[in-house]
């Protein structure tokens, strides 16, 4: 069992729509999460990034994290077509925090 | 304002050929990292490296090695080239050792063996 799940998709939604982007995990150590952002033929860049339980909001994203399902999620409102892209979600631990465990990610389309 | 910087960009090799790609950051940071990205399996770590002279392996070690002479510079070496290996390779650097902070990914290179 991989130590993170990720849908695949692909998402694909009108522009303007909100998208729910989640991962589960297995380990329950994972304290800090984040959020990546892959445009294709680039690197990822960092999107948000949260510690332990609760809500982030940054601008049109929100990121949640659950410990107790061990189930986080990225929300996206007003979707825009330049939000097109391949979306990580990353953990780690905090005995371990520079060991980063990354889910295989969600191709995500917003059509005009 | 660079950030990370990987090259070559694209690079074809022979199986049983060696090369090595190279990896360099001008934001000071101490921990560096190589990942390879396949489709279906999202981002596995290779070796990283917590500074100078310190070096440890990942989740996926065989095959390759690294060396760090200096902060800034991180190179992955390939010794002998097999099929497997065809993937996309991500360098990333943080800031801290001793506590959490987000990885700087560079734009990849993508190495085809054949």
């Known amino acids: 069992q991989k130590e993170v799940e990720q849908d695949p998709g692909p998402l694909s939604v009108p522009e303007g729509a909100i998208v729910s982007l989640n991962c589960t995990y297995s380990n329950s150590a994972f304290q800090y999460f984040m959020w990546y952002r892959q445009y294709s033929r680039k690197g990822p860049e960092l999107l948000m990034y949260t510690y332990s339980s609760g809500n982030k909001e940054d601008g049109r994203f929100t990121a949640q994290v659950d410990k107790s399902s061990k189930y986080i999620s990225l929300f996206i409102r007003d979707s825009q077509p330049s939000d097109s892209a391949t979306y990580l979600c990353?953990?780690?631990?905090?005995?371990?925090?520079?060991?980063?465990?990354f889910g295989s990610g969600t191709k995500l389309n917003v059509k005009p | 304002n660079a950030g990370v910087t990987q090259t070559p960009k694209f690079q074809v090799l022979k199986t049983g050929q060696s090369m090595t790609l190279q990896c360099a950051q001008d934001m000071n940071h101490e921990y560096m990292s190589w990942y390879r990205q396949d489709p279906g399996m999202g981002l596995r770590l290779i070796h990283y490296?917590?500074?100078?002279?310190?070096?440890d392996q990942g989740e996926v070690p065989n095959g390759y090695n690294v060396s760090r002479s200096t902060t800034e510079d991180f190179p992955l070496r390939l010794l002998s080239a097999a099929p497997s290996q065809t993937s996309v390779y991500f360098c990333?650097?943080?800031?801290?050792?001793?506590?959490?902070?987000?990885?700087?990914f560079g734009n990849g290179t993508r190495l085809t063996v054949t």
């Open positions: 990333a650097s943080s800031g801290e050792t001793t506590g959490y902070s987000p990885l700087h």
């Open positions: 490296s917590v500074g100078a002279g310190i070096t």
């Open positions: 990353a953990m780690s631990a905090r005995e371990n925090f520079n060991k980063f465990y």
